[in-house]
């Protein structure tokens, strides 16, 4: 399994951007889907994007889609999430997550190894 560490949470304006990093520790690390989950307060942990191992396929939440981009850099063992035009519903608790599955399911107990999570407040 991978260690993952996320980092560059904090507090920003609605309209505004921020980039989350998460930093792998273990082997394999190519060979592991990524991706970015959150959870607000009182709500259930959502999907929010997620990378294909290979770097070739990436997804999106609708709620979203054209506002956020997940990349990696493999050589570095590094995942991003970029949020731009932040919304205060896009507060939460944001986690990093990687899997090995070969069917890449969107659903959080899909997902086998996570970070502790940082925290993202978007102030209207």
């Known amino acids: 399994q991978v260690q993952l560490v996320e980092s560059g949470g904090g507090l920003v304006q609605a309209g505004g951007s921020l980039r989350l990093s998460c930093a792998a520790s273990g082997r394999f690390f190519s060979n592991y889907h990524m991706g970015w989950f959150r959870q607000a307060p009182g709500k259930e942990r959502e999907f929010v994007a997620a990378i294909s191992w290979s770097d070739t396929n990436t997804y999106y939440a609708d709620s979203v889609k054209g506002r956020f981009t997940i990349s990696r850099d493999n050589a570095k063992n590094m995942v991003f999430l970029q949020m731009n035009s932040l919304k205060p519903e896009d507060t939460a608790v944001y986690y990093c997550?990687?899997?090995?599955?070969?069917?890449?399911?969107?659903?959080?107990?899909?997902?086998?190894?996570w970070g502790q999570g940082t925290q993202v407040t978007v102030s209207s």
């Open positions: 997550a990687a899997n090995r599955k070969i069917v890449l399911k969107l659903i959080p107990s899909a997902w086998d190894s």
